[in-house]
């Protein structure tokens, strides 16, 4: 009788499920005060304190755009809780005094292998919306690249960068096939370097957050855009054309085949389609059945990135930059600074995160730094034979 009352105790807190945690507590008090006005921008120590303020300060309207994933989010929590999934394997009694996060992107020098993703509306933080974020990543010498639904023009974001600033655009296929190639040219002609072609939504997805606030439900996606359609889109700019939204290692393989020069790993934040496999995942699935494709091609990757260790690991898998969406978005209700902010928060702990890991270059990274068992357990086998 005892024992069966010690055992289901002991069976309760073992299956008892642990409550997701959009930030984690760290001790950070997001308290927006009475008049509305932002807590200090300096008490502000981890990326995730953004998101505190942001979901107390935005309206519920504006917040949810935001932060939205697809039907009940289960994608958008996991891409948060992977990554304590993989455990980092910190090598010691090595010297770690020069950490550089330097970062050459398609020929292009970076100081840190994180770039602030494309995401719409940035307007809803902050009037001057994309001019913070294209300024800020100038000033840190990090890579972004505006959406096609930004609140600002394509002209009006080009116009704002440093000089030698390298930005990239994110493009949309537009079933309209004037307004399309129109987009091309503009991005081309305002002097952005490269395009991420989002691939993973050929229409919206079910949104059930957004939805109770009346954004649009539909989009002006291509629905018929295939591999086909992609080589016709390569061979229309000089751009290096990229595939945003790969999601498994068959497509990873058949860019290759088409000789894409990148891949860019990612399920749009959780927003497409839910219970999809998270970036990390993608990471890995790749990484064991065909890890030739980190040799072959650049690979981007985004979703739920949130923390220094979150970056070492998909670099360790053999990921080349890291992107990072809505964490950008609301350090822009901060404006410029805020965005800086986060660059620098984010920047510093790499360096920590590497040097306690005794990575003394991050290009040494590889899987001996982690243990990902658990994951691999699950992991897609595909068939090349
Ligand atoms: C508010 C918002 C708007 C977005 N808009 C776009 C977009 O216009 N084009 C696109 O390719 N991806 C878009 N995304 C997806 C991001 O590029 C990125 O894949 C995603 O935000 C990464 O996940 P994270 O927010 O957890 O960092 C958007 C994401 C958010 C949160
Ligand atoms: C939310 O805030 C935005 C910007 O301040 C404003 O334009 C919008 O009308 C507000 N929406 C609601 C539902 O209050
Ligand atoms: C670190 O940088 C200093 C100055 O450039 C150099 O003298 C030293 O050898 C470097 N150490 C390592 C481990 O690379
Ligand atoms: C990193 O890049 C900056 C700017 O390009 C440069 O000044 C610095 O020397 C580089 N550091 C290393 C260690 O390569
Ligand atoms: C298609 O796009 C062009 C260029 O943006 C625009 O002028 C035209 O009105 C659009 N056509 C339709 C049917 O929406
Ligand atoms: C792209 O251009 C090349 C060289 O002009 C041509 O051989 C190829 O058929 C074109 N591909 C598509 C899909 O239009």
Not at 268 to 290: C, F, K, M, V
Not at 321 to 347: C, T, W
Request: hydrophobic share 40%.
């Amino acid at each position: 009788m005892r024992t069966a009352i010690i055992f289901s105790a002991l069976a309760s807190i073992a299956f008892a499920a642990i409550p997701f945690l959009n930030e984690p507590d760290t001790g950070f008090n997001a308290d927006v005060s009475p008049t509305g006005q932002l807590p200090a921008l300096d008490s502000i120590k981890g990326i995730p304190d953004f998101e505190a303020v942001a979901r107390r300060h935005m309206n519920v309207s504006d917040y949810s755009y935001y932060r939205t994933g697809a039907a009940g989010e289960f994608a958008y929590r996991r891409s948060l809780e992977i990554f304590d999934q993989v455990k980092l394997r910190p090598r010691t009694l090595v010297d770690v005094t020069n950490i550089s996060l330097n970062t050459t992107i398609f020929g292009h020098e970076f100081s840190a292998p994180f770039f602030i993703a494309p995401a719409a509306r940035a307007g809803l933080t902050h009037p001057r919306a994309e001019l913070n974020l294209a300024e800020a990543a100038g000033a840190g010498n990090i890579l972004y690249a505006p959406s096609l639904g930004s609140t600002k023009r394509i002209e009006e974001i080009a116009a704002v960068a440093a000089p030698g600033q390298v930005m990239f655009h994110q493009l949309y296929v537009s079933r309209n096939k004037t307004k399309f190639a129109s987009d091309v040219k503009r991005i081309e002609a305002a002097g952005f370097k490269g395009i991420f072609v989002t691939v993973d939504n050929p229409i919206h997805g079910a949104r059930t957050r957004e939805s109770r606030y009346g954004w649009p439900s539909t989009t002006d996606s291509d629905p018929k855009f295939t591999w086909e359609s992609y080589q016709e889109l390569r061979n229309m700019t000089s751009l290096p054309v990229i595939p945003k939204g790969i999601q498994s290692v068959e497509d990873a393989l058949l860019a290759v085949k088409c000789g894409a020069p990148g891949i860019y790993l990612s399920n749009h934040g959780a927003r497409q389609l839910d219970t999809s496999q998270s970036p990390l995942e993608i990471a890995i699935e790749i990484y064991e059945n065909a890890p030739e494709v980190f040799k072959e091609t650049f690979v981007f990757a985004d979703g739920g990135v949130r923390y220094g260790t979150d970056v070492l690991k998909l670099l360790a898998l053999g990921v080349k930059a890291v992107g990072l969406g809505r964490p950008f978005m609301y350090s822009n209700l901060f404006g410029r600074q805020g965005v800086e902010h986060l660059i620098d928060i984010l920047k510093e702990e790499i360096a920590l995160d590497a040097a306690n890991l005794g990575v003394a270059e991050l290009k040494q990274l590889d899987t001996r730094w982690l243990n990902f068992g658990r994951l691999s357990a699950y992991v897609y086998k595909l068939d090349r034979s």
